[in-house]
């Protein structure tokens, strides 16, 4: 099953890198990283999505919450949460698909970020499936090039992560 653990943790420089050499010492995949300071400059949130059983998720927490720069740890996929993805996609944009590629666009709620003579780059955020679809709509032999951030997520109603 797929989960979403969001982390935490001391703002400083080798963190990131002890919670990766957690999971590959034990043979975890790390699917989805996302890391970037909070509000408190000394504070990073981490969002991590990872796939396992209930006890490989639970011996997966009790390791995260073990590391000394890890301050709380949530795992989002216990309640209701919303996550989104963002992506950045270049697509080839001659005169002949430039108004099917803007339809497109708006359709699925995009920005064209960068025009120029024969590209866009699309920026679009939303769930997965949502962009998995854009792509999908888009004929393959027009996309140049794909970037996705892999999807941040937040607790709904009064859980969060904060001090």
Same mark, same amino acid.
């Given at each position: 099953?797929?989960?979403?653990?969001?982390?935490?943790?001391?703002?400083?420089?080798?963190?990131?890198?002890? &919670?990766?050499?957690? /999971?590959?010492? $034990?043979?975890?995949?790390?699917?989805?990283?996302?890391? !970037?300071?909070?509000?408190?400059?000394?504070?990073? $949130?981490?969002?991590?999505?990872?796939?396992?059983?209930?006890?490989?998720?639970? =011996?997966?927490?009790? =390791?995260?919450?073990?590391?000394?720069? &890890? %301050?709380?740890?949530?795992?989002?996929?216990?309640?209701?949460?919303?996550? $989104?993805?963002?992506?950045?996609?270049? %697509?080839?944009?001659?005169?002949?698909?430039?108004?099917?590629?803007?339809?497109?666009?708006?359709? /699925?709620?995009?920005?064209?970020?960068? #025009?120029?003579?024969?590209?866009?780059?699309?920026?679009?955020?939303?769930?997965?499936?949502?962009?998995?679809? /854009?792509?999908? !709509?888009?004929?393959?032999?027009? #996309? #140049?090039? #794909? %970037?996705?951030?892999?999807?941040?997520?937040?607790? $709904?109603g009064a859980k969060g992560l904060a001090l």
């Open positions: 099953m797929r989960h979403i653990i969001s982390i935490l943790m001391e703002n400083e420089s080798g963190a990131l890198s002890r &919670v990766a050499g957690l /999971f590959s010492a $034990r043979g975890y995949n790390i699917e989805s990283l996302t890391v !970037a300071p909070t509000e408190d400059s000394s504070l990073s $949130r981490m969002t991590m999505v990872t796939s396992g059983d209930e006890a490989i998720i639970e =011996q997966i927490t009790k =390791q995260l919450n073990k590391l000394v720069e &890890v %301050v709380k740890l949530l795992d989002l996929s216990d309640g209701p949460h919303i996550e $989104r993805e963002m992506m950045l996609i270049k %697509v080839k944009a001659e005169r002949s698909h430039r108004e099917e590629i803007k339809r497109l666009v708006d359709i /699925f709620r995009g920005k064209i970020i960068d #025009v120029t003579d024969t590209s866009y780059i699309v920026e679009l955020t939303g769930s997965a499936g949502k962009l998995d679809s /854009f792509i999908s !709509a888009v004929h393959e032999d027009l #996309v #140049v090039e #794909v %970037v996705r951030t892999g999807p941040s997520g937040i607790a $709904r």
